[in-house]
Structures are given as structure tokens and as C-alpha cells.
């Protein structure tokens, strides 16, 4: 069975710093590949998505993705974290129709 | 272009009761889904909508049912809540059905509380 895992809960970082948000995935075949983030009390944004070819993968607000078959890992990065960037963000995967197996997400909170 | 609609935004209901949700895809869209999301179990698939016909189903209980309607407007209903129906209900659509590639739009959800 499919199955997505986000090692870190909660991560804090300040404002202009870097960020990378680890994802990793089990799934028998090519995933499909797709971080989401969700602000409070909205639904969930689309950052971006990966099917297949180049394996680093651009997103909207600056965020890019890397697909590493090897590691099984999708990792979401931004070079310079923005305040408004402060959210929770969902790796997922891809499992059959719309029935998408998301992560446990990880909460970021951004330091002034 | 509106979003996804959802209401009501907040619901409490008691134990023993049934609920419907409602949800209003993106003009032009065919293919609503419903996800529950709470703290402990994070997000999962309830079910999928296509044509007015359910394409997809999660692991929850029969009490947890569905509906779209020929205008693509889905409902869900819950029947017999327990306190552990406790969560925010999201809707998302997408222009076609079955394809895992498709870009989700959620709307906002609904927070239910169960009492």
C-alpha cells in the first residue's frame, strides 16, 4: 500500500533563511508526486507536482521539489523563507483516481 | 472564477445525529472527492464523484455516504455521528475523473464538531 512519511512535525526557521521539508514515499510504481500547503482554517494550495522527466520540479511562491528514486524522497525547498510562509505543508502521493495518500504534514513557523 | 464552495462552515452537532455537508465544485469541473482531515489521523480519502456516479471509495464506515448531482454539486452525509466524527471535511474537484495526475482545488472545508 501506498504510504507517505514526514519525518518532522514542526519545523522553525527565520525570516530569509533557507528550507527544505522532507518527504518520503512508498509506492510500487512512477509516483505521482505533489506538495501541498494548507494556511489555518483553509483548504489546500497546490505547490507543485511531479510526473515525470526532470526530476527537480518548480512550484508556485518560490518553491521547488527534487524527485530522488533512489532515496524514494521528494524534498520541498525554498531558498529564502518569507513570513507568509508560515503554514502546514502535505507531500503526497498519487494512489489510484482521486484518492491521493497525503503525509502527516509538517507545521513551519517562520521567526521574525 | 469562484473556488470550491463549502457550507455550512461550522457545524455542531451531538452524538446520534446525522449531518450533510455540501459542496459546490469549480464552474466546469467534474470530479468532487471528499477527504477528512483531523490531528491524529491527518488527511484520508472518503470517496470520489464522477458523473453523478461514485468512482472511489476509503476505508471509513457505511455511515459516511455520499451524493453528486447532475450539476456537479456533491453532498456527504454522516449518519449516527460518534464524537470521533470530529473533524474538518474538505472538498476538492478537478475537471476529470480517474487520473492521478489531476490538480486538486480544495475548498475551505467544514469544521464539524461532534458532542
Known amino acids: 500500500a501506498q504510504s507517505v512519511t514526514q519525518p518532522d512535525i514542526h519545523i522553525t526557521v527565520s525570516e530569509g533563511a533557507s528550507l527544505e521539508l522532507r518527504c518520503n514515499y512508498s509506492?510500487?510504481?512512477?509516483?505521482?508526486l505533489f506538495w501541498y500547503v494548507q494556511s489555518p482554517g483553509q483548504g489546500l494550495q497546490l505547490l507543485l507536482k511531479y510526473f515525470s522527466g526532470d526530476t527537480l520540479v518548480q512550484g508556485i511562491k518560490g518553491f521547488e521539489a527534487e524527485f530522488k528514486r533512489s532515496q524514494s524522497s521528494f524534498n520541498l525547498r525554498k531558498p529564502s523563507v518569507h513570513w507568509s510562509d508560515a503554514a502546514e505543508y502535505f507531500c503526497a502521493v498519487g494512489a489510484g483516481g482521486q484518492n491521493f495518500v497525503f503525509g502527516p504534514g509538517t507545521r513551519l513557523s517562520v521567526l521574525p | 472564477k469562484a473556488g470550491v464552495t463549502q457550507t455550512p462552515r461550522y457545524l455542531i452537532k451531538t452524538r446520534g445525529q446525522q449531518v450533510t455537508l455540501s459542496c459546490s465544485p469549480i464552474s466546469g469541473h467534474r470530479s468532487v472527492s471528499w477527504y477528512q482531515q483531523t490531528p491524529g489521523q491527518g488527511l484520508q480519502f472518503l470517496f470520489e464523484y464522477f458523473s453523478e456516479t461514485q468512482r472511489n471509495k476509503g476505508n471509513f464506515p457505511g455511515r459516511f455516504s455520499g451524493r453528486q448531482f447532475s450539476n456537479s454539486r456533491s453532498e456527504m452525509n454522516v449518519s449516527t455521528l460518534e464524537l470521533g466524527d470530529s473533524a474538518l471535511y474538505l472538498c476538492?474537484?478537478?475537471?476529470?475523473?480517474?487520473?492521478?495526475?489531476?490538480?486538486?482545488?480544495f475548498g475551505s472545508g467544514t469544521q464539524l464538531s461532534v458532542l
Open positions: 509506492y510500487g510504481a512512477t509516483p505521482y
Open positions: 476538492a474537484s478537478s475537471r476529470h475523473q480517474g487520473a492521478s495526475d489531476e490538480k486538486l482545488f
